[in-house]
């Protein structure tokens, strides 16, 4: 109906009158209700905890699923049941950042249990066991394999992929080669960096390739090899996850906690807060811990000093409970 049709009623009567405001409330939940209707399908992103690795799920607005590594050969079993408890049935797209144990090993278990359609890599050769049994597997399952170069740009239905690494020449640590994504979701971008170090961080310092991200995957496990301050300060995330379990290089480093505090970021880790999936429709995002981390914050004892307490009470000293913030659920 017009707009003039409802500003200008016809019929100058009382009840005809009474009855423009519910006629006004109406047509305004009409006019709003193709907005309502266009409901956004969720970018989930999932930091599967497998101890000490990286393994990332996505299932994207348009149903396909990717996943970027797969922690070590023994996080297989447990990626592969939280995949199979999702309802993943196959996977549209593998990512394996590099060649390292702790991030192609459980993708051995994934390409047994279900089809894999196509892989990127950062080279097609690799001398380790683990990579050899990884790349067989590739072959015996007739997945396509390809590999990505800095500058790439790939759209996954609403979602944009921009490859930032690696680049020729190659460096000779594998760890600077890692497949880096930045995916970007409406106005929500996730940086996957694997195990990149700041070799890698100054190239694409130097590139030009937008970088800012609101979610950071924190290069090799919070190692201070990675993480430079002026990559940090570059990328500038409000959300950092740190896929880390038990280890004995001292990931995370106190460096690298201290300067993702610098540049404000909210920092989970897997060892910590268990499997962490983030949720956004293309403008918001949200945080879902599959564990809670509580820790008591004791007063400074002057606050006694303004404490009220009885003569014949005993003083205790005040606590609170700060957790993460819980958000929503995968599905
Ligand atoms: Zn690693």
């Not at 359609?117 to 690799?126: G, K, M, V, Y």
């Not at 896929?243 to 404000?264: F, I, K």
């Not at 205790?316 to 993460?324: D, K, L, N, Q």
Request: hydrophobic share 35%; charged share 15%.
């Amino acid at each position: 109906m017009p707009y003039s049709e409802v500003t200008t009623p016809t019929m100058k009567t009382r009840s005809s009158l009474r009855l423009i405001p519910f006629t006004l409330i109406i047509l305004l939940l009409t006019a709003t209700s193709p907005l309502q209707a266009k409901t956004t399908a969720p970018l989930t992103v999932t930091f599967i905890d497998g101890g000490q690795g990286d393994s990332c799920w996505l299932h994207l607005p348009n149903g396909d699923d990717v996943l970027v590594d797969g922690g070590k050969p023994q996080a297989g079993p447990t990626v592969v049941a939280y995949l199979d408890e999702h309802g993943v049935t196959d996977i549209e797209l593998m990512v394996a950042t590099h060649g390292d144990s702790d991030h192609i090993g459980g993708l051995i278990d994934v390409l047994a249990s279900m089809p894999v359609a196509e892989a990127w890599l950062d080279s097609q050769t690799c001398t380790t066991g683990t990579c050899q049994d990884f790349y067989q597997a590739l072959a015996d399952n007739g997945v396509v394999t390809s590999t990505v170069r800095m500058g790439e740009s790939y759209t996954w239905g609403e979602v944009d992929a921009l490859i930032l690494n690696p680049s020729e020449p190659l460096y000779v640590d594998k760890n600077e080669n890692s497949v880096i994504l930045r995916v970007s979701y409406g106005s929500v971008d996730f940086l996957l960096t694997g195990d990149a170090e700041t070799g890698a961080e100054n190239r694409m310092l130097n590139s030009g390739h937008p970088l800012e991200a609101e979610i950071l995957k924190v290069g090799h496990h919070g190692s201070s090899s990675s993480s430079s301050s002026d990559f940090l300060s570059a990328v500038s995330p409000e959300i950092a996850v740190i896929s880390v379990g038990p280890n004995q290089y001292g990931h995370p480093t106190e460096q690298t906690l201290s300067w993702l505090q610098a540049v404000g970021a909210v920092i989970y880790r897997t060892d910590q807060h268990g499997t962490i999936v983030i949720t956004t429709d293309g403008s918001t995002h949200s945080v879902s811990p599959s564990q809670e981390v509580t820790r008591t914050v004791f007063l400074p004892l002057v606050l006694k000093d303004y404490l009220t307490l009885p003569a014949t009470a005993t003083p205790s000293i005040p606590s609170r409970i700060i957790s993460p913030k819980a958000v929503c659920s995968l599905k």
